[in-house]
C-alpha cells in the first residue's frame, strides 16, 4: 500500500504528498554549482558575502565545479571584478587567515555580467552567459526589495526560472506586514515557498545554532527549561555605531522594524520552541510559528508598563565626541524614529507563562554587545551570607559578540578559612575556538551560503514567521503611537536611557551587565 505523509507549509495551509516524490524532490534540493549573486559590488557582498566564499574556499567545503556570477550595472570586465574580489579580501579578511592559494581559487570563480535590472531586454545577456552553466541555479538578490519584482519579471521573462532553481532575499522584508505580504506574493508568483530563502544571518552564527544542541542535547538544561526552572531571559543586541551613511534608510525604518522584528524575535523562538520531532526545516519552522503565535500582543493598555523608545543624542565613546541621531548626516531635527528600544514580551503557553522575555537593542551604545542571559530560579531555601542573596539563581550566558561562547555561572566557596558561609559566582566557560581547536569561528554567511548550496531551509524564515513577527511589531508600534507615551532620549556612549532600567526593574530583575 502506497504510503502518505502530512506536513505544514508556510503558508498555513495543510498538503500531502508521496514519500517518494518527496525524497525524489529532496535530492533534487541537495547540490547546487550556479551561483548568480545581484548586487555583486554593493556592500553586502563586498563585506560579508565575498569574505563568507573565501573562508569556505579555504577551508575545502565548495565544489571544484561551483562558479560564481556577479551581476551589476557597471560595465567591467571579469578581470575587474576578480581584482575587486582580492580588494575585498585583502580588506575584511584578516591577514593571519589569507591563504594565497585559497584566494587564487575563489577569484577564479568569479566571472561578471552587466545588467540593468529594469531593462528587459538586459536578462539575455544574463540568460546568454548561463546558457552552459550547470543546472539548477541560485540566484542571490543583494539588492534593494524594490527591484526584487523587476528581477523576477526578467528572469521569468528570459525562461531563467526553472522548478529546481532557488532563490535568496535579504532583510529587510518589507516595512511592515503590508508591505511584507506584497513582496512575498510576487515572491510566490514565480517560485515555490521550498525555493525561497530568507536570510537572517543571525541564524547562521556558530552559538546560535548551538542553542539547539545546548537545549536538547543536555538534559541539565532540557528539564529545566521552562517557568518552573527559570526566572526571566534577556535579549541584548548593542551596538556602539551609529547611522553612519544610512540615515535615509534607516528613518524609514526604525530599531524596533530593523532589529526586534527579525533579529531578536528569531533569538526569541530559538530559546522558547518546543523540542521538533526531528532536525528538518519543516519541524523546526513549524514550532518557531507556535512560538510566534503565543506572543502576548502589547496593546495601548499594556505598552506603557512594558515598552520603551528612546533616541540618542550627542555623546561620548572611548573619549570622542558624538553627534546626536538628528544631527547625523542627512539628518532631520524634527525626526521621532527611535534608534533604541526595549521590550517585556510574553509567551502564552503552558512552558513559559509567567516569564518575561526582554528584548532591548539600540545604536550608539556604550559598547557592541549580542548576547542571551538565562536566569534560573533559585532554591527557595537559601542558608547562606544573606549580603549575597542576590547571587541565588545561576545564570547562562550566550554572548554572540564581541566573542562567540556560552558560560554558565555557578556558585562556590571562596578560598578561606573564614569563608564558610559565603559563595561566589564563579563562570563555567565554552571558547570554540580553544575548545574544537578552530581557526576561527565560522560567520552566519559561510553556515547560510553552506545550507543554500546543499538545500537546506532549517536556518532560513519561512514566510509565516516573517508576517507573525510583522504583525506582533505592528502592533507594538501602532500602540505606542496611539498612546501617551513619550520618546525618551539617552546619551550616545550609554547603556541607553534609564527608563529601560526601569522597566525591569519594576518587575524585580536587571539586565546583565559585565
Given at each position: 500500500?502506497?504510503?502518505?505523509?502530512?506536513?505544514?507549509?508556510?503558508?498555513?495551509?495543510?498538503?500531502?504528498?508521496?514519500?517518494?516524490?518527496?525524497?525524489?524532490?529532496?535530492?533534487?534540493?541537495?547540490?547546487?554549482?550556479?551561483?548568480?549573486?545581484?548586487?555583486?559590488?554593493?556592500?553586502?557582498?563586498?563585506?560579508?558575502?565575498?569574505?563568507?566564499?573565501?573562508?569556505?574556499?579555504?577551508?575545502?567545503?565548495?565544489?571544484?565545479?561551483?562558479?560564481?556570477?556577479?551581476?551589476?550595472?557597471?560595465?567591467?570586465?571579469?578581470?575587474?571584478?576578480?581584482?575587486?574580489?582580492?580588494?575585498?579580501?585583502?580588506?575584511?579578511?584578516?591577514?593571519?587567515?589569507?591563504?594565497?592559494?585559497?584566494?587564487?581559487?575563489?577569484?577564479?570563480?568569479?566571472?561578471?555580467?552587466?545588467?540593468?535590472?529594469?531593462?528587459?531586454?538586459?536578462?539575455?545577456?544574463?540568460?546568454?552567459?548561463?546558457?552552459?552553466?550547470?543546472?539548477?541555479?541560485?540566484?542571490?538578490?543583494?539588492?534593494?526589495?524594490?527591484?526584487?519584482?523587476?528581477?523576477?519579471?526578467?528572469?521569468?521573462?528570459?525562461?531563467?526560472?526553472?522548478?529546481?532553481?532557488?532563490?535568496?532575499?535579504?532583510?529587510?522584508?518589507?516595512?511592515?506586514?503590508?508591505?511584507?505580504?506584497?513582496?512575498?506574493?510576487?515572491?510566490?508568483?514565480?517560485?515555490?515557498?521550498?525555493?525561497?530563502?530568507?536570510?537572517?544571518?543571525?541564524?547562521?552564527?556558530?552559538?546560535?545554532?548551538?542553542?539547539?544542541?545546548?537545549?536538547?542535547?543536555?538534559?541539565?538544561?532540557?528539564?529545566?527549561?521552562?517557568?518552573?526552572?527559570?526566572?526571566?531571559?534577556?535579549?541584548?543586541?548593542?551596538?556602539?555605531?551609529?547611522?553612519?551613511?544610512?540615515?535615509?534608510?534607516?528613518?524609514?525604518?526604525?530599531?524596533?522594524?530593523?532589529?526586534?522584528?527579525?533579529?531578536?524575535?528569531?533569538?526569541?523562538?530559538?530559546?522558547?520552541?518546543?523540542?521538533?520531532?526531528?532536525?528538518?526545516?519543516?519541524?523546526?519552522?513549524?514550532?518557531?510559528?507556535?512560538?510566534?503565535?503565543?506572543?502576548?500582543?502589547?496593546?495601548?493598555?499594556?505598552?506603557?508598563?512594558?515598552?520603551?523608545?528612546?533616541?540618542?543624542?550627542?555623546?561620548?565613546?572611548?573619549?570622542?565626541?558624538?553627534?546626536?541621531?538628528?544631527?547625523?548626516?542627512?539628518?532631520?531635527?524634527?525626526?521621532?524614529?527611535?534608534?533604541?528600544?526595549?521590550?517585556?514580551?510574553?509567551?502564552?503557553?503552558?512552558?513559559?507563562?509567567?516569564?518575561?522575555?526582554?528584548?532591548?537593542?539600540?545604536?550608539?551604545?556604550?559598547?557592541?554587545?549580542?548576547?542571551?542571559?538565562?536566569?534560573?530560579?533559585?532554591?527557595?531555601?537559601?542558608?547562606?551570607?544573606?549580603?549575597?542573596?542576590?547571587?541565588?539563581?545561576?545564570?547562562?550566558?550566550?554572548?554572540?559578540?564581541?566573542?562567540?561562547?556560552?558560560?554558565?555561572?555557578?556558585?562556590?566557596?571562596?578560598?578561606?578559612?573564614?569563608?564558610?558561609?559565603?559563595?561566589?559566582?564563579?563562570?563555567?566557560?565554552?571558547?570554540?575556538?580553544?575548545?574544537?581547536?578552530?581557526?576561527?569561528?565560522?560567520?552566519?554567511?559561510?553556515?547560510?551560503?553552506?545550507?543554500?548550496?546543499?538545500?537546506?531551509?532549517?536556518?532560513?524564515?519561512?514566510?509565516?514567521?516573517?508576517?507573525?513577527?510583522?504583525?506582533?511589531?505592528?502592533?507594538?508600534?501602532?500602540?505606542?503611537?496611539?498612546?501617551?507615551?513619550?520618546?525618551?532620549?539617552?546619551?550616545?556612549?550609554?547603556?541607553?536611557?534609564?527608563?529601560?532600567?526601569?522597566?525591569?526593574?519594576n518587575y524585580g530583575h536587571s539586565w546583565h551587565e559585565e
Open positions: 500500500m502506497e504510503k502518505e505523509v502530512s506536513f505544514s507549509i508556510t503558508n498555513g495551509f495543510r498538503t500531502q504528498i508521496r514519500i517518494e516524490e518527496w525524497a525524489n524532490l529532496s535530492e533534487s534540493l541537495k547540490k547546487i554549482d550556479s551561483f548568480v549573486l545581484f548586487g555583486v559590488l554593493g556592500d553586502l557582498s563586498i563585506r560579508k558575502l565575498i569574505p563568507a566564499w573565501y573562508y569556505l574556499e579555504r577551508d575545502n567545503m565548495l565544489s571544484d565545479a561551483l562558479k560564481i556570477l556577479g551581476v551589476g550595472r557597471k560595465d567591467i570586465s571579469d578581470k575587474d571584478l576578480k581584482d575587486q574580489v582580492k580588494e575585498a579580501l585583502n580588506e575584511f579578511v584578516s591577514p593571519e587567515y589569507l591563504n594565497p592559494e585559497a584566494v587564487s581559487r575563489l577569484v577564479e570563480r568569479f566571472s561578471y555580467c552587466t545588467c540593468d535590472l529594469s531593462k528587459i531586454e538586459s536578462y539575455k545577456d544574463l540568460s546568454l552567459k548561463l546558457s552552459d552553466w550547470k543546472k539548477p541555479v541560485t540566484y542571490y538578490l543583494a539588492i534593494s526589495p524594490s527591484l526584487f519584482e523587476m528581477v523576477c519579471d526578467g528572469l521569468k521573462g528570459s525562461n531563467l526560472i526553472t522548478p529546481d532553481c532557488r532563490i535568496i532575499i535579504e532583510k529587510p522584508i518589507g516595512f511592515d506586514l503590508d508591505t511584507s505580504q506584497e513582496i512575498n506574493e510576487k515572491l510566490t508568483r514565480y517560485f515555490d515557498e521550498s525555493q525561497i530563502y530568507r536570510i537572517d544571518h543571525y541564524l547562521g552564527k556558530e552559538t546560535v545554532q548551538n542553542l539547539i544542541t545546548l537545549r536538547f542535547a543536555n538534559s541539565l538544561f532540557s528539564s529545566q527549561w521552562n517557568s518552573k526552572g527559570i526566572e526571566y531571559v534577556e535579549i541584548t543586541a548593542a551596538e556602539s555605531v551609529g547611522i553612519e551613511d544610512r540615515w535615509g534608510y534607516f528613518d524609514g525604518m526604525g530599531q524596533l522594524r530593523d532589529m526586534v522584528q527579525s533579529h531578536l524575535l528569531q533569538l526569541l523562538c530559538l530559546i522558547a520552541m518546543e523540542p521538533p520531532n526531528r532536525l528538518d526545516d519543516q519541524s523546526i519552522r513549524s514550532e518557531k510559528v507556535k512560538v510566534l503565535e503565543a506572543l502576548k500582543p502589547l496593546d495601548e493598555e499594556s505598552i506603557s508598563s512594558n515598552f520603551v523608545s528612546a533616541q540618542y543624542i550627542d555623546g561620548e565613546i572611548d573619549g570622542n565626541q558624538k553627534s546626536g541621531y538628528v544631527n547625523e548626516d542627512g539628518g532631520k531635527t524634527e525626526s521621532k524614529t527611535e534608534t533604541f528600544v526595549a521590550v517585556k514580551a510574553e509567551i502564552q503557553n503552558w512552558r513559559w507563562l509567567g516569564v518575561p522575555f526582554y528584548l532591548r537593542t539600540g545604536k550608539r551604545m556604550a559598547s557592541k554587545t549580542t548576547q542571551i542571559v538565562i536566569h534560573f530560579k533559585s532554591d527557595g531555601h537559601y542558608i547562606f551570607n544573606e549580603s549575597k542573596e542576590s547571587l541565588r539563581g545561576n545564570t547562562l550566558i550566550i554572548s554572540l559578540h564581541p566573542k562567540e561562547g556560552i558560560s554558565l555561572k555557578v556558585f562556590t566557596k571562596p578560598h578561606g578559612v573564614d569563608k564558610h558561609s559565603t559563595v561566589r559566582s564563579d563562570p563555567m566557560s565554552l571558547d570554540f575556538i580553544k575548545t574544537q581547536k578552530l581557526l576561527n569561528i565560522p560567520s552566519g554567511y559561510q553556515s547560510l551560503l553552506m545550507d543554500i548550496l546543499n538545500g537546506n531551509q532549517s536556518l532560513f524564515l519561512c514566510r509565516e514567521e516573517v508576517e507573525l513577527a510583522w504583525k506582533w511589531c505592528d502592533d507594538a508600534l501602532d500602540a505606542f503611537n496611539q498612546s501617551s507615551q513619550e520618546l525618551y532620549y539617552y546619551d550616545a556612549g550609554s547603556n541607553g536611557p534609564t527608563q529601560s532600567e526601569e522597566l525591569i526593574s
